[in-house]
């Protein structure tokens, strides 16, 4: 079975300050993991991808296998990040199955 | 480029009665993706469907049906509908070579 859990519904932080969302994951084979994001009066948008290892508006995730995790990482978040964001896996070969985590609202604060 | 579309944005209906909701991929995508996303929780795969067809489902009865058409616009259907069904139903396309999902902003039925 495949499970996303975000351990923090709520995260709030200075502009300027690092900032850090968590993801865990479960998948029994070789999963890919995604950052979704929404903001305000926004639909749900890629953020990035593992497979790219880019930065993407100066956030960047690192795929460790060994600790079944994908935190998203900003180090100076700035207010315009203030957003929900959901972790997400995909296993399998059903192209549009993603499954989600409860997500993270990050405030930043001026 | 058009992006996805969905309709109606809101809707009522009363337990027991049956829904449409509709979607329109982006332009170029020939997959489509139903979600269910109850209040404070993240979005559940519903099922996909590629080339008029379903090809994967999540945990969902088989009250919750699907249609996908050749201009790969994409229909929701719910019958019997239960309290439980409340949420926000999101429709995303994509190509079925591709990573990412393009989302509609979500159909939000209420069932009282």
């Known amino acids: 079975a495949q499970r996303v859990t975000q351990p923090e519904k709520l995260l709030s932080v200075f502009k300027g300050a690092p900032v850090e969302l968590k993801c865990n994951y479960s998948?029994?084979?070789?999963?890919?993991l995604f950052w979704y994001v929404q903001y305000s009066r926004q639909r749900l948008q890629l953020l990035l991808r593992?497979?790219s290892r880019e930065s993407i508006k100066g956030f960047t995730a690192d795929l460790n296998k060994g600790e079944t995790s994908f935190h998203l990482k900003k180090p100076f978040a700035q207010e315009e990040d203030s957003a929900m964001y959901y972790c997400?896996?995909?296993?399998?070969?059903?192209?549009?199955?993603?499954?989600f985590g409860q997500g993270t609202i990050l405030t930043v604060h001026p | 480029e058009t992006g996805v579309t969905q309709s109606p944005t809101h809707l009522i209906k009363t337990r027991g009665q049956q829904v449409t909701l509709r979607c329109s991929s982006q332009s170029g995508h020939n997959t489509v993706s139903w979600y269910q996303q109850a209040l404070g929780q993240g979005p559940q795969f519903i099922f996909q469907?590629?080339?008029?067809?379903?090809?994967g489902r999540g945990n969902f009865p088989p009250r919750f049906s699907g249609l996908q058409f050749p201009n790969y616009s994409s229909e929701l259907n719910v019958n019997a509908l239960e309290l439980d069904d409340s949420a926000l139903y999101l429709c995303?396309?994509?190509?079925?070579?591709?990573?990412?999902?393009?989302f509609g902003e979500g159909s939000r039925l209420t069932v009282l």
């Open positions: 997400a896996l995909r296993g399998g070969t059903s192209y549009g199955k993603l499954t």
């Open positions: 995303a396309s994509s190509h079925q070579t591709k990573l990412e999902l393009f």
């Open positions: 593992h497979i």
């Open positions: 469907y590629y080339r008029e067809e379903e090809n």
């Open positions: 998948y029994s084979g070789s999963p890919e």
